[in-house]
């Protein structure tokens, strides 16, 4: 890994670990997750601005259905696993207020 893509990483890593003020996002986390998502799209083969990180896995999962319709058409249905993180789960079963059918497979 190049030096400043580890160097990127360790900062985010870091700020991550040392947060205790609301005001870290706007103060650092914005640019730093925009240079991180870089590296990454680099290593990907993308474009700079095509991959974003995300705090953890409940924000990311809430970002893409956001961009979705899912209530829209004949495929309503969600199929998720009780495997996931518990709040993944959350995340899917408010979709239902739009008319998604959410199982969750055992």
Request: glycine share 16%.
């Given at each position: 890994m190049p030096r400043a893509a580890r160097r990127a990483l360790l900062t985010y890593v870091d700020l991550w670990e040392r947060q205790v003020r609301e005001d870290v996002w706007t103060e650092h986390w914005w640019e730093l997750s925009a240079e991180v998502g870089d590296?990454?799209?680099?290593?990907?083969?993308?474009?700079?601005?095509t991959v974003q990180v995300q705090p953890n896995t409940s924000v990311a999962l809430s970002t893409v259905i956001s961009?979705?319709?899912?209530?829209?058409?004949?495929?309503?249905?969600?199929?998720?696993?009780?495997?996931?993180?518990?709040?993944?789960?959350?995340?899917w079963q408010a979709q239902g207020r739009s008319g998604v059918e959410v199982t969750i497979d055992p």
């Open positions: 590296l990454i799209a680099r290593v990907l083969g993308g474009r700079p601005g961009c979705l319709d899912l209530g829209a058409g004949r495929r309503r249905k969600v199929v998720t696993s009780a495997l996931d993180f518990p709040t993944t789960g959350y995340v």
